[in-house]
C-alpha cells in the first residue's frame, strides 16, 4: 500500500522544462544518463521528452560543422595553455564541491592561504613543476566542504593513524566516518 503512494506521488510532481517553458509531469522528463555526477538530485533531465526529441532530430538534419584543430603553435602558447588551466580548474571545484572560483578565494584567504591543519603553505608540486593550489577537504558521507589543506594532511586525514591534530581536525568538523574509527 505504501508502494502505491509513493508512486502516485512521483507522477505528482511536476517541473518546468528549460527549452520550451512549460510546467510538465515529472514523467514527461527522460532520466539522466549521467547519474553519478551533476547538478540534478532526482537525476531527471532538465528539458522535457519533446524538446530532446526536437534537438536531437534538428541536430541529424543540420549536423554542425566539424572544428578545425588549432594551430598547434597557439596550443602551446601561454595564452592557451593558462585559459585551459583556468577552465578545468574551475569545472573541477563546481562538479564535485559545489564551489565557484571567488569561494574557492575567500576560503583560501579566510585561512590566510595555509592548510587548515598544519598551518603550513602547499608544497605539492605538479608534473609542471608549479606548487598546486590547496586541496578542497570533504566529508564524503555528507559532501559538505569542511576547509582547504595541503596535500599531505589531506590524504592523512584519509588514514586511520592520524596525529593528534587531525583528530581534533574531523572531530570539529564531526566527520563520522573517520572519528568512530579512532581509537
Given at each position: ?77 601561454e ?61 564524503h ?31 570539529k ?9 579512532l581509537?
Open positions: 500500500m505504501a508502494e502505491a503512494i509513493v508512486s502516485s506521488n512521483q507522477t505528482s510532481s511536476k517541473r518546468c522544462c528549460i527549452k520550451c517553458g512549460k510546467e510538465k509531469l515529472l514523467t514527461d522528463f527522460a532520466l539522466n544518463q549521467h547519474q553519478g555526477r551533476g547538478y540534478e538530485p532526482d537525476r531527471r533531465r532538465t528539458s522535457c521528452k519533446r524538446c530532446c526529441a526536437e534537438y536531437a532530430r534538428n541536430y541529424k538534419r543540420n549536423p554542425p560543422t566539424k572544428r578545425t584543430k588549432l594551430p598547434e603553435e597557439y596550443r602551446k602558447s595564452e592557451y595553455l593558462a585559459k585551459n588551466r583556468q577552465w578545468a580548474r574551475k569545472t573541477k571545484l563546481k562538479t564535485f564541491y559545489h564551489l565557484t572560483l571567488e569561494q574557492y578565494q575567500a576560503m583560501s584567504d579566510a585561512q590566510g592561504g595555509v592548510c587548515a591543519i598544519c598551518g603550513k603553505s602547499e608544497t605539492w608540486v605538479n608534473s609542471s613543476g608549479k606548487v598546486c593550489p590547496l586541496s578542497v577537504d570533504h566529508d558521507a555528507t559532501g559538505q566542504v569542511r576547509a582547504l589543506l595541503c596535500a599531505r594532511c589531506n590524504r592523512k586525514c584519509m588514514q586511520i593513524e592520524t596525529s593528534p591534530a587531525h583528530v581534533a581536525y574531523l572531530k568538523h564531526r566527520s563520522a566516518i573517520i572519528v568512530d574509527l581509537p
